[in-house]
């Protein structure tokens, strides 16, 4: 199975892995299989190295949370500088790596509506490396401006140890400058093309004049990723996991 070429998600899950690297401890929100499942490739592949071990938290697993009271935990430990790396996604994100959780049109009669805020912007404040993740890449998801900010990327004159590192679609990757308050583009996925990315997304963005593509997993990660990485995602992401399985085999 392992010789297989790595599927479109597998791409996805092993570059969270990379974009985490050197992190000690990372939390994954609830209903966030792929970012979860990056976060135990890094650990899965540091235990095989030899390098430092990783705290992984996982909000609604009972395996790999050691918390006992659920977010209030994870903001605490969030305000102690614990935490090294989370995931934001949103039904918006713009070119400033604003995100809106709450639902497009204009607040409060917004047309469509979401969960919530939440206690994003309180993460995106605090938590040095926090990466953008939303599977969908199309002109609806990354806008020009988002309809409502749940958290801003960047904030004028206030202080914060936190903020947006990248973003992460299923057709590319990007870098995020907070000194121009723009992101870069820095690879796109197989299958893809930077004209692709250009015209499917409604923000203006840097890139370079040859955009790479973007690295795929080698033999190691990809035992890792199919053998200990989707049996211990299974615990927590069943359903997930038999994706993951199915697409191997497609």
Known sequence: MSARPATSREILIATIADLL????????????????????????????????????????????????????????ATAQGRIDAFFLGGGQI?????????????????????????????MYYLIPRV??????HSPRVLVDKVDFVSA???????HRTGGPHALLTGLALFDFDKET??????SVHRGGSAEDVRANTGFDY??????PITPEPDAETLA???GRVTAELAECYPQFAETLVADRAA
Not at 104 to 118: A, E, M
Not at 131 to 136: K, P
Not at 152 to 158: C, K, L, V, W
Not at 206 to 211: F, G, K, N, Q, R
């Open 206 to 211: 840097d890139a370079p004049e040859i955009v």
């Open 224 to 226: 890792l990723l199919r």
């Open 152 to 158: 801003p990327g960047s904030s004028e004159a206030i």
């Open 21 to 76: 690297d050197g992190v000690r401890t990372v939390a994954v929100g609830a209903s966030s299989p792929i970012p979860a499942a990056g976060a135990m490739l890094l650990r899965a592949r540091n235990e095989q190295r030899g390098r430092e071990r990783v705290r992984v938290i996982v909000l609604g697993s009972r395996e790999h949370n050691f918390f006992t009271n659920g977010s209030f935990e994870l903001f605490d």
């Open 94 to 122: 713009d070119g400033e790596a604003n995100i809106n959780l709450v639902g497009t049109g204009d607040y409060p009669t917004s047309t469509v509506r979401w969960p919530g805020s939440f206690g994003s912007a309180f």
């Open 131 to 136: 990466i953008l993740f939303r599977e969908e």
């Open 181 to 186: 308050k723009r992101f870069r583009l820095r």
